[in-house]
């Protein structure tokens, strides 16, 4: 069991480094990005939509474009890639497609979304969380082209890039090309860590063979993904984005990426305290909270501050009769939340019983 799980951590990582020095193989076009110089650049980067637009017109020039996005879909200064692409000339938004919770993001977690006609731009907004997870031959009917602008949260089990998977699946099945608009991995380019989900226990959670903290942006992923799909797939680059960057460091306006996750300390969280769901141990305040009933809150924080994990602090919290701990990140760059995500649940069980 070790071996195996050893030459899953080796073939992921030889994936990754393929991936940061790609190779053009068949049908994949990946741009070369500007990169910035250093790490502590406080420049804003520009995003792939942005890109798109200024240097990569004629990839969308006189088509019939689909965009697969959502709330988090907007340029480096918050306005919606939707209202853009919708008022450029030289191009037709003909469609839009929302994963879970919906083209603006409010729908809860796990709720079907449903699929109606945009108010604004009377267009079909296709649900792809609800009787399909996939583009279907209808939904890309009188498409030329898919774009995908959808901001990630850096984990495994969130399941927008999920959805990035399906739409090369469907784009190599129905012979549509997919352009990938790249986006910034907002815990940044280094943290590459956790279990690599191993195929028997692939799910829509889980699409592919990554570890917990995957340490990709969009782009990254769209070509780990194509590896086995094969797709007609273009990656338009970022400018100005270095792996080494947080999203503190690329001058991006944070938009609620779902409900739960308002702000970058719940996406801090997210790994973090979400990974004892079903056993006892559970997440609130948005991911700010982790605990369980019967624990012993005052041990649970000592444990965990004792064990030194990097950038981040606990403080002891009860809530009703459950007792955890409220994060503090105080140095996101040293801060691994896949590795601290997985000791929280194992010494739950030496501060209460569950």
Known sequence: MRKKLFFSHLLFLSILILLL?????GAVQVIEPKIAETRNSRAAIKLGNE???????????????????????????????IEILAATEGTKLAALYAPEHGIDGID???????????????????SLYGATRMPTLAMLQGIDVLLFDIQDIGARTYTYMSTLQYCLVAAKK?????????????????????????????????????????GMTA?????????????????????????????????????????????INSLYGYMVTGLGEGTGVFQA??????????????????????????????????RGTAGGVRLEIRDPYSFNPAKTGHLCPGLCLYAGRF
Do not use: C
């Not at 890109?51 to 959502?70: A, D, P």
């Not at 380019?189 to 195929?199: A, F, K, Q, S, T």
């Not at 797939?233 to 001058?251: A, W």
């Not at 991911?287 to 809150?297: H, I, P």
């Open 174 to 214: 129905y012979n549509k090309p997919l352009i990938v608009l790249d986006r910034p991995n907002p815990l940044g380019g280094m943290i590459v860590e956790g279990p690599v989900l191993e195929d028997p226990f692939k799910s829509f959670m889980g699409v592919d063979n990554l570890p917990m903290a995957h």
């Open 108 to 126: 809860r977690a796990g709720a079907w979304v449903v699929s109606y006609v945009h108010p604004k731009f009377d267009i079909p907004v296709y």
């Open 285 to 318: 305040e948005k991911f700010n909270w982790v605990g369980g009933k019967g624990l012993d809150a005052v041990r649970f924080a000592e444990m965990l501050n004792r064990a030194k994990l990097p950038g981040v602090f606990f403080t002891p919290e009860v």
């Open 21 to 25: 020095f790609p190779l053009n193989v």
């Open 219 to 263: 782009g990254e992923l769209a070509l780990f993904f194509n590896r086995n799909i094969r797709a007609e797939l273009t990656i338009v680059p970022m400018e100005s984005y270095h792996r080494v960057m947080v999203f503190l460091d690329t001058g991006l306006p944070f938009v609620q990426t779902s409900p739960n996750i308002p702000d």
């Open 51 to 81: 890109v798109l637009l200024e240097s990569y017109f004629h990839l969308i020039e006189g088509k019939n474009v689909g965009l697969v996005t959502n709330q988090t879909g907007v340029d480096s200064r918050g306005i919606s890639f």
